[in-house]
């Protein structure tokens, strides 16, 4: 399984529903890469919807997230959640033509840059939401 490689520390956040979500985001995308690299077209085109439709649905758990707990860059984070799944509909593009070759350094691409989302952007309003918990909680 691809997800042993692809998953380490740096991408734990300490917040259970998001390293959850994360850790099958990250398991997905790893799988899409490597039917790509197999090319696999069925499984390919398969995993990218799904690639597709989780990371939409988890992206708008954060923006939820994000505007419950007042996080100031949410604006910022929206954005490059929008870049994600711009690349995530090009690399869905490609397959629906089997185009392999180069939709497969754009998949090994998405999963660096997903990777790097979680680990500076999550982490980032991950703390904050926390941070903020924490404080309405001194508050009562
Ligand atoms: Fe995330
Ligand atoms: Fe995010």
């Known amino acids: 399984m691809q997800e042993a490689h692809v998953w380490n520390d740096r991408l734990d956040l300490g917040h259970e529903v998001l390293d959850g979500e994360h850790h099958l985001q990250i398991a ?23 690639v597709a439709a989780y990371s939409a649905a988890h992206f708008e758990g954060e923006r939820l997230v994000m505007a419950t707990s007042e996080y100031p860059r949410a604006a910022e984070h929206g954005a490059e959640h ?11 593009e490609l397959l629906r033509t089997e185009a392999f070759d180069e939709a497969h350094p754009l998949a090994l691409d998405l999963l660096t840059g997903i990777g790097a989302h979680i680990s500076s952007s999550d982490r980032a309003f991950a703390q904050h939401a926390s941070e903020r918990r924490k404080h309405r909680a001194r508050q009562q």
């Open 28 to 50: 997905m995308m790893g799988a899409l890469a490597e039917a790509i690299e197999q090319r696999r077209p069925w499984m390919a085109r398969r995993l990218a919807d799904q």
């Open 82 to 92: 929008q870049a994600i799944l711009k690349h995530v509909d090009e690399l869905r």
